[in-house]
Structures are given as C-alpha cells and as structure tokens.
C-alpha cells in the first residue's frame, strides 16, 4: 500500500516518548505522528537539538517515518489550553512555536508539520480574525520555504478554519504556495464536512500532506476507536488509494492514552481489516505514471487539460474500480472517472473562478459519454461559487437515458446542491432506467415522504401492468 498507517503519541501521553515509539513500531505500524509536548521532545528544551538528533536515529532504527504535530495542549500556556492561536490578539508565541517545529521536522526529516487555526475569540469579528489567521500563516511559510518543510493546515470543528473547503480557500488566496498542504482528519469529516471522508480525501487529493485516522458522529467532536461511529473505514482507505496517497495516515486518539497499547492493538486490527487489496488492479491504475505525469502538466499549462481529458481512458484504462460488486461502474466508477476527477481537482486548484466555469462546461460540452462522467464526477472539486454551472450539467445527464451519466450525475455533488424536486425526479429516474440506489448520494438523508409518494405510485403501475418491481423501490417502501 502507497500511504504508511501510523499513530499518533498524542494518545500515549502516559508513556516516555521511546517506550511509545517501540510499542508502535512493535505492533506493525510503519509512521507516527510525534506531537511536540513538554514530555515529547519539548521544542522548549535546551537540548533540543541533541534530543531531535537522538529521535531521529531512534525513529530510523524502528523504520518509522514522521510527522510533526502541534496540538499540544498546555505547552504554550499553563493556564489556557491551546492558546495562544493563529487568531489570538497575540500571535508571535504560536508563530514562533511553529517555526520551532518546522526547524524539528526538517532534522527528523519529517514529512510535514501539521497545525490548525485556533478557536476565534467570541469579541472578534470575521474580518480580523482573518487578517490575523492570514498574516500568521504567511509568516509561517517564510519558515517552511527556508526548510522546505511542508504545513499542513488542519480544519478543526469549532475553529475559525473548521472546513475544508476554508482551507482550500486560504491557500487559493495565498496563491497556491507550494509548502502549503492540508491535514485532513477523516473524522472531522463525518463531524462537520458537507460529504463524507472519502469525498473530502477526493477534494484535497494533490494537497494532502498529513491523513488522521479516527472515528466520529455526525455533530460530535469526539475522536472514537474505529466502528464507534459512523466512519465508513474502508471507503476512506480506499479514497486514499484511489487519489494516490503517499504520506502518513496515523490514528488520532488523544483521550485513549489510559490504554494506549490495547487501542492502538485493536486500530491496527481494524485498519488491517479494511485495506483495500494491495494486489487490486485498480489500485496501480489510478496511480498510473501517464496519470501522474498529466497532474503535473494541468497545474503548469491549464489548458493541457483540453487534450489530456479525452486521452485518460487510452492510457489508463477503463475497468470498473470494484468489478466484483460494481461490474458496470455505476456506483463507485471506473478507473478513468477517478483519473479525470483528479486531473479536475488540480484544475480547480490552478484556475481562477470563470476561467475554471468556463473550462469544465467545455469539458463536458465537447466530451463524449466518459469524458462527461468524468465531469460529472468532478463537480465536487468546483469552488462555492461554481455551484450554479454544476447543476446545470447534473440537469443536462438527468436528461439523458445513458445510465452511467446519471449514476455519475446523482453523486454526491447533486446529494448536497439538487432542488429537493429534481433530486426526487432524478431518484424515480434511477428506478425506471435501472442504476441501483446505491449510486445516489445521500438517499437516506434527502428520502422524503412525497418521494415515497412517487416510488409507490411507480410500483403499483409496474404491479398493475404485471411488471415486476425494482428491488430497490421495494426496498425503500419497506425501510421507510
């Protein structure tokens, strides 16, 4: 597998940091993610740089490769937990504290410094809170460049930066600086993200630079074991294969430090359990070097795209990703969907808003069936401000009777944006042309009762004809 599982010494607080570290490395995990704390290679230290020195060899000896976290709680201020942030009146102390940590990441040889924006104070307006959150990171980038030490900036619920697509934003606004990256929580996903992990891992793909691996409910900040919440595991990993992930994806289970070894003994289990298969073909499809090569192209000549797009199914191929379950590719897609709508996800991080509009519609106006899937799959790349030019071309697929169109049209873009009257037509549409429920983004969400209305006047025709019904429409009734 491309990405290396890891765990996190936030949640072996208990433990001396080289106890932690060889009980990690014992139980088959290949990375940790090392939170710098008073008791874990305090960045505060006068020996810092013999302690980083000595980590580093250790780390080596284990065949442990690293990320730098900084969500120590009390390190900064004994009084306040995490404080002072990148929003604070005061920001130098966590300034400076970052810059210490890109200093330990590049002696470790670390792959990333992770960190978030911090909680806005209750007396300060949006505006300020951005310029502050703005003027940090810039000041931390200086550091980075000078290391090239990438930051990985983390959404965290109830942050001033709580999503990803405000991420995204900043870095866009920044102009896309090369050491800036995403740290991406998959259980922040299921908290507070408008889709679910897999889809956010699709949307950062390019950018990733730190993955944390946990379980959470819908709503609840609460870092769960795996299976304690609603974390779909094994589509997640499966994302972070798809999108070719290389880095670190480490458990992030700060509150379990009281059992530490048991839990990461039961994750490392679980995780196991839900990898996708090594020897899968579509695992080495999508991670393709043409693949990786066109990425390359579209982020430094836009306009490449116009002739990479049609290319993708010749040289990638065109297998359905799970050809067992999904022989047609309708529920999870095919290998050039996945390779276009990550050729769409470095477009949408290049071009600027109209031009990006502009692009896409030309894309799926020109393109034949795949290439439109391959829009269509996309759509969940597109800007806030895009969303409009989104939907029109979800109408146009639901307008058509290619099945695979609207499969790829009722995604997860459509689950979130769709009118609630054209997302119902679509539905009763999936029912009369045969592409299963499945392939619909958040049917159990959106199902209401004049949906149910529709799907039960649709099996009585088919019963009154003497045609058999979907199984999927009496499902529904059945469930609902």
Not at 15 to 35: F, K, N
Not at 171 to 200: K, S, Y
Not at 272 to 300: C, F, I, K
Request: glycine content about 8%.
């Amino acid at each position: 597998m491309s990405f290396a599982l890891g765990y996190g010494t936030n949640g072996f607080a208990n433990h001396r940091l080289d106890d932690a570290l060889r009980i990690i490395a014992d139980l088959g995990y290949t990375s940790v993610a090392l939170t710098l704390d008073h008791h874990h290679l305090d960045p505060y230290a006068s020996d810092v740089a013999a302690e980083t020195a000595r980590v580093a060899g250790l780390l080596s000896s284990l065949g442990l490769r690293c990320v730098v976290e900084t969500g120590a709680r009390y390190l900064l201020d004994p009084l306040r937990k995490h404080h002072p942030t990148l929003v604070s009146s005061v920001t130098d102390v966590r300034i400076d504290f970052l810059h210490r940590a890109i200093r330990i990441a590049a002696d470790l040889g670390a792959d990333a410094v992770s960190y978030w924006s911090g909680i806005k104070p209750s007396d300060v307006d949006d505006a300020t809170a951005h310029e502050r959150m703005r003027g940090g990171v810039e000041k931390v980038l200086v550091e980075a460049d000078r290391r090239q030490v990438k930051i990985g900036l983390e959404p965290e619920p109830g942050m001033y930066v709580q999503h990803l697509a405000q991420a995204l934003a900043l870095r866009a606004e920044l102009g896309n600086p090369e050491m800036f990256g995403i740290t991406l929580d998959v259980g922040h996903c299921v908290a507070v993200e408008p889709v679910n992990a897999a889809e956010c891992v699709r949307q950062a793909a390019g950018l990733l630079v730190n993955v944390q691996l946990d379980d959470m409910r819908p709503g609840v900040h609460e870092h769960l074991e795996f299976g304690e919440g609603e974390l779909d595991l094994p589509g997640t990993l499966a994302a972070l294969a798809e999108v070719g992930y290389t880095g670190v994806a480490a458990v992030e289970l700060p509150r379990h430090s009281h059992a530490a070894p048991d839990v990461a003994r039961r994750a490392i289990a679980a995780l196991t359990a839900a990898m996708p298969n090594p020897d899968s073909e579509w695992v080495g499809q999508v991670d393709h070097p043409w693949l990786v090569d066109a990425e390359r192209r579209v982020r430094t000549e836009p306009a490449a795209i116009r002739a990479l797009f049609p290319a993708v199914g010749r040289k990638v191929g065109r297998d359905p990703l799970r050809p067992e379950t999904d022989p047609q590719g309708l529920v999870h897609g095919t290998v050039d969907d996945l390779a276009r709508t990550r050729l769409l996800a470095v477009l949408a991080d290049v071009l600027p808003q109209v031009e990006l509009v502009e692009e896409i519609t030309e894309l799926y106006r020109y393109g034949d069936d795949a290439e439109r899937r391959g829009v269509l799959r996309g759509l969940p790349a597109l800007p806030p401000q895009a969303v409009k030019a989104g939907l029109e071309l979800v109408q146009d697929a639901l307008r058509t009777n290619d099945i695979r169109l609207v499969a790829a049209a009722l995604g997860s873009f459509a689950g979130e944006h769709l009118d609630q009257h054209s997302w119902r037509h679509g539905v009763l549409k999936c029912l009369f042309v045969g592409v299963p429920l499945a392939a619909v983004a958040d049917v159990d969400r959106r199902t209401d009762t004049e949906l149910l209305r529709m799907i039960a006047d649709y099996a009585d025709e088919r019963r009154a004809a003497g045609r058999e019904v979907p199984a999927d429409a009496v499902r529904m009734l059945e469930v609902n």
